[in-house]
Structure formats: C-alpha cells, structure tokens
C-alpha cells in the first residue's frame, strides 16, 4: 500500500472532527417532525410489527406479508425502538447513526486513495451535498442500502489494484462480499446487481482482460450471497416457498412496470441528482467525461457505479427520487477529486463551473427564500387552484412567517462565502462552508419549514389517528392508500383492515366502531351510508364514524 490506512495522530483528529459534525448535522431535531407517507411510515411500520408479533423473519405491514423489502434495515429499526421507543426518532436513528459512519468511511477510502486532505475533501462535500445530507435525516432505506455497496465496491478495488499481499487480499474479499450481501439483506437483489454491472462494465472498457484473481472473485461472491442465502432459507423452511417466489415477483415488477404510480421522464434522475446533490454536482461535472491516468481502479469504477445507476434507474419504468441515490458517492468523490486537483495545481477553476454554480446556487436558494414569502400570501393562488383537495390542504391555516425566509437566506449567504473561497483557491474552506451551508439550511429547515409543509399535506389525519391510540376501532383509509393508520394508531393485530373487508366495515354490523378518512373530495363515498356519522373536515380530509355495533 502507498500509505498506511490509519495514521495517528493526523486521522484520528480529522475522525473525532468529523464524528462532531456528523452528529450536529444529522442528529439534530431528528424526531421533531412525523414521518412521511408513504416510505417513511411504511418502513417504521414494519419494525413495530416485528415488535408486536415477535416475528423478526418475515416483514409484515397490516399483519400481511410485505413481499417489497428483506428485513435488515427494519432489525434495525427494532434496535432503535427497543432503546429509544417506537417513534421518530428512532425511525430515524439508524440513517443518523450510517450517515457519521459514511462521513469516516468515505474520508478512510479517500486517505487509502490519495491523502487525507482528499479524504477530507471527500467527505465535506458529500455532507454538502443536500440530498445526501437529508436522506441521513430521514427514516428510509437507502442510506443504509448505498454504504454497503460502497463499501463493497471499495473492496473490489483493492482487488483489481493488487496492492496488498495474498491474506490481505482475502480479507478484503471477506469484508467486500459480507457487504454486499448486507446490501441484498437490506433491499434484494439489486444490491448485487449494481455492482456486478459495475464491474463488467469496468471489465468490458479493460479489452476483456482479468482484473480480479479468480480465487479472489469466487470468495468474494460467494461470501456476498451466504447472508440472503442463510434469511431466504430460513424463510423457505418456516414458510414454504411462496414468500420468496412472491418476493422475486415483486422486485422484477419494479424494472417492468410503475409501482405504486411513480412513472417519470427518461431525463428524471438527471435532473434529481443535478439539483438534489449541489454544489457537489456541479463541481463533478468536471471529470464526468474525464480520462484519469492514475493507475489506481477506483477513479473509472466510480465514473462507471455513476452511469450504471442513472442508465439503469433511468430506464427502469419505476422512478422514485431515491433510486439513483447510489450515484451520490460518486458525485461527491468526483467532486472532490476536481478540488484536490483544483489544489494541487493540477487544473483551474472553469468559468463554465463557475457561472453553473452561481446560477444553480442562486436558484435554489431564491426558491428557499420565496417558499415562505409564497406560502404567507397563499391566498392569491387559491384561484388557479382547481383541485379541492389540493385547495383545501392549501388553505388550511398554518403559522407561515416571512422570517422563514431565514432558511434560504442563510444558505444564500454562506454559499456565497463558499464561493469566494473556491474564486481564491481555498479549496478546504470552500469545503468547510459549503457543508456548513447545508448544515445550516436543513436543520433550519427541520425547525421553520419542513413541519409546516408537513401540517398542510398530512398532520390533520395523523393526529385523528393518534386520538384514537388504545381505543377499542377499526382505522382505515377510503380512496386513497396510506400506511398512516397503522403506525400512528399502533394498530393492535386484532384491528387489522384488509381490503376485502371494507364493504362489511361500511356497511355490516361491527363488533367495535370503525373510522373512516377519506379525501375531502370523496367524501360524499361514505355520506350516502345510512349508518355513517360524520365527525369533522379539517384540511384535505374528511372524518367518519360508523358504530353500527351488535
């Protein structure tokens, strides 16, 4: 190896800084908000599930086999309630805890490629980047999901680097393959199918040639399947193999057709990751179509892991904002690699980056500054508004002030800082002001903008639900799905709601009252039932009642 992997004191200093600012960023007001429709409560709602039935196996959402996910990242979960109680915070807790670890892995790789200023680099501007920063924020998969393919892709690299001796190298196939299973274990097979494109695209541009000892290859995949080998036969033997064949049949369904209605543009992740992952973005931009010569493997392999994830997921009929999330660490590294050699006098500063970061800087902060101005004076826009729900979520009275404006100006200003900094070339305050800026920006936002947002699209049906928490009912949704009312009426197994039941639920004889939310322009679905009480509107929604009882 050209350097040691750890060198104290210098690493150990950088890791403690980063451990503070990890933990600033992403464990402030981590439950300060509820959880959002749908993922976000999905997910949750798994984990409690396992609590209540005490089936850590076999994922389950309304009691009913959930075919979507493998059960790793709701394990998790069940960690963090069984610490912290089953709420928010520790829905969330897990991505916090992957994000401080993302922000020591990415600067250990970074140090093992280059030196540990490109590892600070590295890391600074993957927690500049907004959307990475967020989703640590957030109670979803995908964080958890893209640190172990990166970490097994990083493993690869070792591999075809051949830098190390025999056993080292084992280790690394060890390490790389436990993680990519950990990764199928968290999301299926995807989490093989990444890397392995990855690498046969890498392969491919090689003229064909080896690039990994074979013995080295076979150990790697075949440590990377024992993990979903060892829950899918567990699964087999418990329950037969239906599961398993409806859980393959769900995930192709997610390559050939919109689930869940989330069909978008072929452009769609291009513009999400552009957006969504600056000032990084713009700064990759550089080396997208660059040729780097250092012999090293991971440059071109995170070039590829890029194109792979957004071809794929562009192609891919399902198109959620997450998917192509996997892209972030190679925006960020790319990012990094265009400062470091920006530093090292390598390259100069592009007027095109230049004017690309001015003017996507600018818009996204005028859009943070306008949100509130825009929400403050909404009822000028009632108007164009034609949709009554849409109408009724918007016009519900929430306490938007101007000095919310704070959350885009702040980020105005120290993107601004940011950017004089990169004019003069100093390079790691640009990094270090640039992840302040979106440090600040999001955790302003959690506190000024996010809960309002969160009070015009939901928070009237999720308090009705927590109302009813330890009330002898039947919860459920009409017209619309929604995970809402399990998790936030911790629905007990014995008030479970499968679709083929609603009809008795409107209109047989109950044996506890049953309520209803439904749309507020569908509420005239449950009006006309003979038995159905109406309790309230509020919002987008529409309550109801029926307490037909024997």
Same mark, same amino acid.
Request: glycine share 6%; charged share 15%.
């Given at each position: 190896?050209?350097?040691?992997?750890?060198?104290?004191?210098?690493?150990?200093?950088?890791?403690?800084?980063?451990?503070?600012?990890?933990?600033?960023?992403?464990?402030? /007001?981590?439950?300060?908000?509820?959880?959002?429709?749908?993922?976000?409560?999905?997910?949750?709602?798994?984990?409690?599930?396992?609590?209540? %039935?005490?089936?850590?196996?076999?994922?389950?959402?309304?009691?009913?086999? /959930?075919?979507?996910?493998?059960?790793?990242?709701?394990?998790?979960?069940?960690?963090?309630?069984?610490?912290?109680?089953?709420?928010?915070?520790?829905?969330?807790?897990?991505?916090?805890? /992957?994000?401080?670890?993302?922000?020591?892995?990415?600067?250990?790789?970074?140090?093992?490629?280059?030196?540990?200023?490109?590892?600070?680099?590295?890391?600074?501007?993957?927690?500049? &980047?907004?959307?990475?920063?967020?989703?640590?924020?957030?109670?979803?998969?995908?964080? +958890?999901?893209?640190?172990?393919?990166?970490?097994?892709?990083?493993?690869?690299?070792?591999?075809?680097?051949?830098?190390?001796?025999?056993?080292?190298?084992?280790?690394?196939?060890?390490?790389?393959?436990?993680?990519?299973?950990?990764?199928?274990? %968290?999301?299926?097979?995807?989490?093989?199918?990444?890397?392995?494109?990855?690498?046969?695209?890498?392969?491919?541009?090689?003229?064909?040639?080896?690039?990994? &000892?074979?013995?080295?290859?076979?150990?790697?995949?075949?440590?990377?399947?024992?993990?979903?080998?060892?829950?899918?036969?567990?699964?087999?033997? =418990?329950?037969?193999?239906?599961?398993?064949?409806?859980?393959? +049949?769900?995930?192709?369904?997610?390559?050939?057709?919109?689930?869940?209605?989330?069909?978008?543009?072929?452009?769609?992740?291009?513009?999400?990751?552009?957006?969504?992952?600056?000032?990084?973005?713009?700064?990759?931009? !550089?080396?997208?179509?660059?040729?780097?010569?250092?012999?090293?493997?991971?440059?071109?392999?995170?070039?590829?892991?890029?194109?792979?994830?957004?071809?794929?997921?562009?192609?891919?009929?399902?198109?959620?904002?997450?998917?192509?999330?996997?892209?972030?660490?190679?925006?960020?590294?790319?990012?990094?690699?265009?400062? !470091?050699?920006?530093? =090292?006098? +390598?390259?100069?500063?592009?007027?095109?980056?230049?004017?690309?970061?001015? %003017?996507?800087?600018?818009?996204?902060?005028?859009?943070?500054?306008?949100?509130?101005?825009?929400?403050?004076?909404?009822?000028?826009?009632?108007?164009?508004?034609?949709?009554?729900? %849409?109408?009724?979520?918007?016009?519900?009275?929430?306490?938007?002030?101007?000095?919310?404006?704070?959350?885009?100006?702040?980020?105005?200003?120290?993107?601004?800082?940011?950017? !004089?900094?990169?004019?003069? !070339?100093?390079?790691?305050?640009?990094?270090?002001?640039?992840?302040?800026?979106?440090?600040?920006?999001?955790?302003?936002?959690?506190?000024?903008? +996010?809960?309002?947002?969160?009070?015009?699209? =939901?928070?009237?049906?999720?308090?009705?639900?927590?109302?009813?928490?330890? =009330?002898?009912?039947?919860?459920?949704?009409?017209?619309?799905?929604?995970?809402?009312?399990?998790?936030?009426?911790?629905?007990?197994?014995?008030?479970?709601?499968?679709?083929?039941?609603?009809?008795?639920?409107?209109?047989?004889?109950?044996?506890?009252?049953?309520?209803?939310?439904?749309?507020?322009?569908?509420?005239?679905?449950?009006?006309?039932?003979?038995?159905?009480?109406?309790?309230?509107?509020?919002?987008?929604?529409?309550?109801?009642?029926?307490?037909?009882?024997?």
């Amino acid at each position: 190896m050209k350097n040691t992997f750890l060198n104290i004191p210098n690493t150990f200093w950088h890791l403690i800084l980063l451990v503070i600012i990890g933990s600033i960023a992403f464990f402030s /007001f981590l439950g300060s908000v509820h959880l959002f429709d749908w993922d976000e409560i999905n997910f949750a709602e798994a984990a409690r599930e396992m609590l209540v %039935t005490g089936n850590y196996s076999h994922v389950q959402i309304n009691f009913e086999p /959930f075919y979507e996910k493998p059960p790793l990242f709701f394990w998790l979960q069940v960690l963090s309630m069984k610490l912290w109680g089953i709420n928010e915070f520790a829905a969330r807790f897990p991505n916090a805890i /992957f994000g401080v670890f993302t922000l020591l892995t990415v600067y250990l790789v970074g140090k093992d490629y280059k030196n540990s200023r490109f590892g600070l680099f590295w890391s600074l501007m993957h927690l500049s &980047a907004l959307l990475p920063h967020f989703y640590f924020k957030t109670g979803i998969i995908d964080p +958890i999901f893209n640190y172990f393919i990166f970490v097994g892709i990083f493993c690869l690299t070792k591999l075809m680097d051949r830098t190390d001796g025999r056993s080292i190298l084992c280790l690394w196939s060890l390490l790389g393959g436990a993680a990519i299973g950990l990764a199928m274990l %968290t999301k299926g097979p995807v989490g093989l199918l990444l890397p392995v494109l990855t690498v046969i695209v890498y392969w491919m541009k090689g003229n064909y040639k080896p690039i990994i &000892a074979w013995q080295m290859l076979i150990l790697f995949a075949l440590t990377s399947l024992l993990l979903p080998l060892l829950w899918f036969g567990y699964e087999t033997y =418990q329950n037969g193999l239906g599961f398993i064949k409806a859980f393959l +049949i769900y995930q192709l369904e997610l390559f050939n057709q919109p689930v869940a209605g989330h069909g978008q543009p072929f452009y769609y992740h291009f513009l999400v990751v552009f957006l969504g992952c600056f000032p990084a973005s713009v700064l990759a931009f !550089y080396n997208l179509f660059k040729t780097d010569k250092d012999k090293a493997s991971l440059f071109p392999l995170m070039k590829i892991l890029f194109w792979v994830v957004m071809l794929l997921f562009s192609m891919v009929t399902t198109k959620i904002v997450h998917y192509s999330s996997m892209a972030y660490f190679s925006i960020s590294f790319l990012a990094a690699h265009y400062i !470091y050699s920006l530093e =090292q006098k +390598i390259t100069i500063l592009s007027r095109t980056i230049r004017s690309m970061y001015v %003017t996507v800087g600018g818009l996204i902060a005028t859009l943070l500054i306008a949100l509130p101005i825009i929400a403050v004076y909404k009822e000028y826009l009632y108007s164009y508004i034609k949709d009554e729900f %849409t109408l009724a979520c918007v016009s519900l009275h929430v306490p938007w002030r101007l000095s919310d404006c704070y959350v885009g100006i702040s980020y105005l200003l120290l993107m601004t800082v940011a950017y !004089y900094s990169l004019k003069k !070339y100093a390079l790691l305050h640009f990094a270090g002001w640039s992840s302040m800026a979106t440090t600040v920006c999001l955790m302003l936002g959690t506190i000024l903008i +996010i809960p309002k947002i969160e009070m015009h699209t =939901q928070r009237p049906a999720i308090e009705f639900y927590k109302n009813l928490v330890g =009330q002898p009912a039947y919860v459920t949704t009409v017209g619309f799905k929604s995970y809402a009312p399990f998790f936030y009426f911790q629905q007990p197994r014995t008030s479970t709601v499968a679709n083929k039941q609603l009809t008795w639920l409107l209109t047989g004889e109950l044996d506890k009252p049953a309520y209803f939310v439904v749309k507020i322009n569908d509420r005239d679905k449950l009006g006309n039932y003979p038995n159905m009480i109406f309790l309230k509107k509020e919002g987008g929604f529409a309550f109801f009642k029926q307490d037909n009882a024997k």
